[in-house]
């Protein structure tokens, strides 16, 4: 079997497994780890097998990374307490955690309310230009909300993916959001599935942030709805923080083949 079945299979189970909320195997399969309890999430989610081979000899050869995350609203930190909160500036500070002696940067070039295709517009000049070794892209929410065609969206995507890849950088998709509520307006799946193509037929990395978000919501580690405004910015500040630990994480599993802790 090649790995492009062994990674759709997996995340075909992992789908089933977390909608069926099969809450003692979460239990019983919580990555062990000085991550912070509130931010953990089942070792199931993190099934993606993909490598991060470019950023992986840049700081065996350099002792540096240069990411840059390109995205919308709140790859920009909307909602968050101050630019600082975003989880690309989060995801520095963990990865700096991570990666001792080594020199990372994280270049954040998220613009609120963009899709894909203008994010593809602005891809050089804002993210190649930059030189970076790996390109963490998350999308997606716009073009749900806005009811945008899937095969159009996946062509701004994969036109995306090879230009960075071209360009000698790993990529990291971000899939959108997760609130039960927005879930039951919004058919985010067929993008996510779009999303999943892709790294599957490129063999990119996929960051799962819907099924990440779906399990703190379900378990009960994070509460996104009835929220006075000031608990809105401090559970935006506490999300966001987790998410850029765990894509820190991801990134340093990928790089090292070490398994995830």
Not at 38 to 47: E, G, I, T
Not at 54 to 68: C, G, H, I, P, T
Request: with cysteine.
């Amino acid at each position: 079997m090649t790995i492009r079945w062994t990674r759709a299979l997996r995340t075909f189970a992992v789908a089933l497994l977390l909608s069926a909320g099969a809450s003692g195997v979460r239990a019983q399969t919580q990555i062990p780890s000085d991550m912070p309890e509130s931010c953990r999430v089942p070792r199931a989610v993190f099934v993606d097998e993909a490598k991060l081979h470019n950023a992986a000899k840049r700081v065996a050869r350099e002792r540096r990374l240069a990411v840059v995350a390109i995205g919308s609203s709140s790859t920009l930190g909307s909602g968050a307490s101050a630019p600082a909160a975003a989880w690309p500036t989060r995801l520095e500070s963990d990865l700096r955690r991570r990666l001792p002696g080594v020199e990372v940067s994280v270049h954040n070039k998220g613009r609120a309310r963009d899709d894909a295709e203008n994010m593809l517009r602005r891809l050089k000049a804002d993210v190649l230009d930059l030189k970076p070794d790996v390109v963490i892209w998350e999308t997606g929410t716009a073009e749900a909300m806005r009811h945008r065609e899937v095969e159009l969206f996946s062509e701004h995507l994969q036109t995306g993916v090879d230009r960075i890849v071209q360009a000698g950088a790993d990529v990291v998709l971000v899939t959108p959001q997760y609130s039960r509520e927005t879930a039951r307006l919004i058919a985010y799946q067929p993008y996510i599935d779009a999303m999943n193509s892709i790294g599957v037929r490129k063999d990119v990395l996929l960051f799962p942030r819907f099924e990440v978000m779906r399990h703190w919501v379900e378990s009960g580690q994070i509460q996104l709805e009835n929220l006075t405004p000031a608990q809105a910015t401090g559970m935006a500040d506490r999300v966001y923080d987790c998410l850029g630990r765990q894509i820190a994480r991801v990134v340093v599993h990928a790089m090292t083949a070490i398994p995830a802790r």
